[in-house]
């Protein structure tokens, strides 16, 4: 005895991604709690496991905040406003006094599981940086083995402007012998420079840097000192807010937009970055005007898995966490078997087209009856076989699968327009009697719907009425291409030449009046 299932309740295969389509999406959103809002106080934060990590230089002390607000867990800061973090998840401060230069100046690296704190004195081998009110993100664990990488604008005591500034932690020391100041053709420093490490696509050590007053640019060692490549963003995008992100194969930018010092920011691939009208994802601003009095608009950002989630601090405004992650490409799915002339062969299959607002697969199909009882077979596979140098038909996972019977399943017309059951396990062909029909197939309930077209039905509205004996007359006066119109269910007479005249008319209305043909 034949099983069937209608509607069967089964789990869909896990599917895989391959379509360069992304989506992002608003995670929370908070008004940035009254301390932060003497925004002159509160110039930078970062985002960490959830949380946001703000510096206030007036009381000293690094707030963590959530989606309620503040958590009430706090972490010894700096006289600075400047905060960050290195790869490990440390966090960073300066103690170089705001806004006086980085002479003789400290920063503090905090582990936030155990608050415990770390000061480094920035060596003279470094240069003698200005002022610098901003920190970028680390290199490695600065606790440990690590960098940090500076500079300082035109303002404090012998600035030095013309380079970047490396402290080297090897050990959980200051290393002298690799403290010193990289020179780099095309730098414009600024007292809200922020300089970024990260490891690029190609697994190299990179520096992403950016100032409010000018294009940011990819550093790229050379010896000792670095290569820039300049990247271009609209009017003054940078805001200090340019991070970089390497996920999904790609590196990408994610970075603030027009209006300049709102909140709208942009994800685009480093490919396009010089081409702004093309990224991937863009939340508009969702303010009037800028916040705060020093354009600061803060985004940076974490990879796993399945996606990224981005994190915006725009002091004096709002504190948000976004998420960004890949769309899937539905997969192919071909059917199997005598179909539009095709023979059965694992390697040969109709593609379906992908219906995406439904989420499901579509097909106009004509079986021709070549059975010895007028039955043509069908089945359906996400992926064409390929044929083995031992002679056989190797499918490729996923592979075929069809009708949910001990059998190959007999269908009819007491089937029209059910959805019937669909599975990867043992699945058994269909067999249908020669004729059109629409299908449809559905990987999310796991089922395919199968109308057949019935002599008559000219017009596809799955009646015969008097709408087909009108459409019928218009394609017969006008041409057969006629919109709406459908010759394959036009020949009502069945005539061997298959002609539409005046004799299908005759027909349909006799089958309508009767009921028979």
Same mark, same amino acid.
Request: glycine residues 12%; hydrophobic residues 40%; contains cysteine.
């Given at each position: 005895? /034949?099983?069937?299932?209608?509607?069967?309740?089964?789990?869909?295969?896990?599917?895989?991604? =391959?379509?360069?389509?992304?989506?992002?999406?608003?995670? $929370?959103?908070?008004?940035?709690?009254?301390?932060?809002?003497?925004?002159?106080?509160?110039?930078?934060?970062?985002?960490?496991?959830?949380?946001?990590?703000?510096?206030?230089?007036?009381?000293?002390?690094?707030? &963590?905040?959530?989606?309620?607000?503040?958590?009430?867990?706090?972490?010894?800061?700096?006289?600075?406003?400047?905060?960050?973090?290195?790869? !490990?998840?440390?966090?960073?401060?300066?103690? !170089?006094?705001?806004?006086?230069?980085?002479? &003789?100046?400290?920063?503090?690296?905090?582990?936030?599981?155990?608050?415990?704190?770390?000061?480094?004195?920035?060596?003279?081998?470094?240069?003698?940086?200005?002022?610098?009110?901003?920190?970028?993100?680390?290199?490695?664990?600065?606790?440990?083995?690590?960098?940090?990488?500076?500079?300082?604008?035109?303002?404090?005591?012998?600035?030095?402007?013309?380079?970047?500034?490396?402290?080297?932690?090897?050990?959980?020391?200051?290393?002298?012998?690799? %403290?010193?100041?990289?020179?780099?053709?095309?730098?414009?420093?600024?007292?809200?420079?922020?300089?970024? +490490?990260?490891?690029?696509?190609?697994?190299?050590?990179?520096?992403?840097?950016?100032?409010?007053?000018?294009?940011?640019?990819?550093?790229?060692? #050379?010896?000792?000192?670095?290569?820039?490549?300049?990247?271009?963003?609209?009017?003054?995008?940078? %805001?200090?807010?340019?991070?970089?992100?390497? $996920?999904?194969? /790609?590196? +990408?930018?994610?970075?603030?937009?027009?209006?300049?010092?709102?909140?709208?920011?942009?994800? !685009?691939?480093?490919?396009?970055?010089?081409?702004?009208?093309?990224?991937?994802?863009?939340?508009? =601003?969702?303010?009037?005007?800028?916040?705060?009095?020093?354009?600061?608009?803060?985004?940076?950002? &974490?990879?796993?898995? #399945?996606?990224?989630?981005?994190?915006?601090?725009?002091?004096?405004?709002?504190?948000?966490?976004?998420?960004? @992650?890949?769309?899937?490409?539905?997969? /192919?799915?071909?059917?199997?078997?005598?179909?539009?002339?095709?023979? $059965?062969?694992?390697?040969?299959?109709?593609?379906?087209?992908?219906?995406?607002?439904?989420?499901?697969?579509?097909?106009?199909? @004509?079986?021709?009856?070549?059975?010895?009882?007028?039955?043509?077979?069908? =089945?359906?596979? @996400?992926?064409?076989?390929?044929?083995?140098?031992?002679?056989?038909?190797?499918?490729?996972?996923?592979?075929?699968?069809?009708?949910?019977?001990?059998?190959?399943? $007999?269908?009819?017309?007491?089937?029209?327009?059910?959805?019937?059951?669909?599975?990867?396990?043992?699945?058994?062909?269909?067999?249908?009697?020669?004729?059109?029909?629409?299908?449809?197939?559905?990987?999310?309930?796991?089922?395919?719907?199968?109308?057949?077209?019935?002599?008559?039905?000219?017009?596809?509205?799955?009646?015969? #009425?008097?709408? #087909?004996?009108?459409?019928?007359?218009?394609?017969?006066?006008?041409?057969?291409?006629? =919109?709406?119109?459908?010759?394959? &269910?036009?020949?009502?007479?069945?005539?061997?030449?298959?002609?539409?005249?005046?004799?299908?008319?005759? !027909?349909?209305?006799?089958?309508?009046?009767?009921?028979?043909?």
């Amino acid at each position: 005895m /034949k099983k069937l299932l209608l509607i069967a309740a089964m789990a869909a295969m896990a599917l895989g991604a =391959s379509a360069d389509s992304y989506k992002i999406e608003k995670v $929370w959103t908070l008004n940035a709690p009254t301390i932060f809002t003497a925004t002159n106080d509160v110039r930078q934060g970062f985002g960490m496991n959830g949380k946001f990590y703000i510096h206030n230089k007036v009381d000293q002390l690094v707030y &963590e905040v959530d989606q309620n607000g503040l958590t009430g867990v706090t972490f010894e800061g700096g006289a600075n406003c400047g905060i960050s973090r290195d790869q !490990a998840g440390n966090i960073i401060v300066s103690n !170089a006094t705001f806004p006086g230069s980085w002479v &003789e100046a400290t920063i503090k690296v905090i582990n936030p599981a155990t608050g415990d704190v770390v000061q480094y004195t920035v060596p003279e081998e470094t240069g003698l940086l200005g002022r610098c009110d901003f920190i970028g993100f680390a290199k490695g664990n600065l606790l440990e083995d690590g960098a940090l990488y500076l500079t300082g604008g035109n303002s404090g005591t012998d600035p030095y402007t013309d380079g970047i500034a490396i402290l080297t932690i090897t050990g959980g020391e200051v290393d002298y012998d690799y %403290c010193y100041t990289a020179t780099c053709a095309g730098l414009s420093t600024n007292t809200s420079t922020v300089i970024n +490490f990260y490891n690029d696509i190609n697994g190299e050590d990179a520096l992403l840097y950016a100032y409010r007053s000018g294009a940011p640019g990819k550093l790229l060692a #050379d010896g000792d000192n670095f290569t820039r490549t300049g990247l271009i963003l609209p009017n003054k995008g940078a %805001c200090n807010g340019i991070f970089p992100i390497v $996920w999904d194969g /790609k590196e +990408f930018y994610l970075y603030p937009i027009l209006p300049n010092y709102q909140d709208g920011f942009a994800v !685009a691939e480093s490919g396009t970055i010089n081409d702004p009208g093309t990224p991937i994802v863009t939340v508009p =601003s969702s303010v009037a005007a800028n916040p705060n009095g020093f354009q600061g608009n803060w985004l940076n950002a &974490e990879v796993d898995a #399945d996606g990224v989630t981005i994190y915006q601090y725009v002091p004096g405004g709002q504190i948000s966490v976004y998420r960004l @992650t890949k769309e899937a490409d539905a997969p /192919k799915v071909y059917i199997l078997g005598e179909v539009n002339e095709n023979s $059965w062969a694992p390697n040969q299959g109709l593609l379906m087209d992908y219906d995406a607002e439904n989420k499901v697969y579509t097909a106009d199909v @004509t079986f021709d009856g070549r059975g010895a009882s007028g039955e043509n077979y069908f =089945s359906f596979t @996400t992926e064409l076989a390929e044929f083995d140098d031992e002679g056989s038909w190797a499918y490729i996972a996923p592979f075929r699968f069809g009708a949910v019977s001990d059998n190959d399943f $007999w269908f009819d017309d007491m089937y029209n327009g059910q959805p019937l059951g669909l599975t990867y396990e043992n699945g058994q062909a269909f067999r249908v009697m020669g004729g059109n029909y629409q299908m449809t197939v559905s990987l999310e309930d796991m089922t395919m719907t199968l109308w057949h077209w019935q002599l008559g039905d000219v017009n596809h509205d799955r009646a015969i #009425d008097v709408g #087909d004996v009108t459409m019928l007359i218009s394609a017969i006066l006008n041409g057969s291409d006629v =919109s709406g119109f459908y010759l394959s &269910e036009a020949n009502c007479d069945r005539d061997e030449g298959e002609s539409i005249d005046v004799g299908d008319v005759t !027909a349909l209305i006799s089958r309508i009046l009767t009921d028979e043909w």
